[in-house]
């Protein structure tokens, strides 16, 4: 669709929303995923640019700070998902469970050992939590790029493999990772 010389991109928004039974359900879904997604990109990118060695913020103090700060708005955001995640989940659910799910298992670079670099930082956390919700934010965060970039090609998803890989992201997410930013925000 062309708007004044501009075209439309579809957003894995696109997908939920055309997948959802209701409007309602589709749109706090679709909203609490987008606060989970900039929350966990934020996450990720402080980590990563202290993986760099580019030490923001100044001092360790303030580094600690800011990943607490970090870990406690993903750790609600992904707190917040629980409800229209389910809601969602439960009109969705296919007559039978055949669909796979549709983002793939860590990369190499999400599984990394952050002991070195916290150490480097100064901040003083348990490194092991720091890379499970490292781990799993990072999932989230390709998942969500892996519908975009299927909605983007066209390439359809069937309501199965949607409920099947949303399943997925739940049992992950808000379960361990939610307990592991619980942790590191405290």
């Known amino acids: 669709m062309s708007i004044r010389g501009?075209?439309?991109?579809?957003?894995?928004?696109?997908?939920i929303e055309d997948h959802a039974a209701t409007d309602a359900t589709a749109r706090k879904?679709?909203?609490?995923?987008?606060?989970?997604?900039a929350s966990a990109?934020?996450?990720c990118r402080l980590l990563e640019r202290w993986a760099r060695g580019d030490a923001r913020p100044a001092t360790a103090?303030?580094?600690?700070?800011?990943?607490?700060?970090?870990?406690?708005?993903t750790e609600t955001a992904l707190?917040?998902?629980?409800?229209?995640?389910?809601r969602y989940l439960l009109e969705l659910e296919p007559p039978d469970a055949e669909?796979?799910?549709?983002?793939?298992?860590?990369?190499?670079?999400?599984?990394?050992?952050?002991?070195?670099?916290?150490s480097r930082a100064g901040v003083?956390?348990?490194?092991?939590?720091v890379a499970q919700a490292y781990l799993e934010l990072a999932v989230l965060i390709r998942a969500l790029e892996g519908l975009a970039d299927r909605a983007r090609a066209e390439a359809s998803i069937d309501?199965?493999?949607?409920?099947?890989?949303?399943f997925d992201l739940r049992e992950n997410l808000l379960g361990r990772a939610v307990t592991d930013l619980r942790a590191l925000a405290a």
């Open 6 to 15: 501009t075209r439309y991109v579809p957003t894995w928004a696109d997908v």
């Open 29 to 37: 879904l679709i909203a609490q995923l987008g606060a989970c997604e």
């Open 61 to 73: 103090g303030a580094r600690q700070a800011a990943l607490r700060r970090a870990a406690d708005r």
């Open 99 to 118: 669909g796979s799910s549709w983002y793939g298992a860590p990369g190499a670079a999400e599984l990394l050992d952050w002991e070195p670099v916290l």
């Open 124 to 129: 003083r956390v348990s490194h092991v939590r």
């Open 159 to 166: 309501g199965a493999s949607l409920w099947a890989g949303l």
């Open 41 to 43: 990109l934020a996450f």
């Open 79 to 86: 707190a917040g998902l629980e409800r229209p995640l389910e």
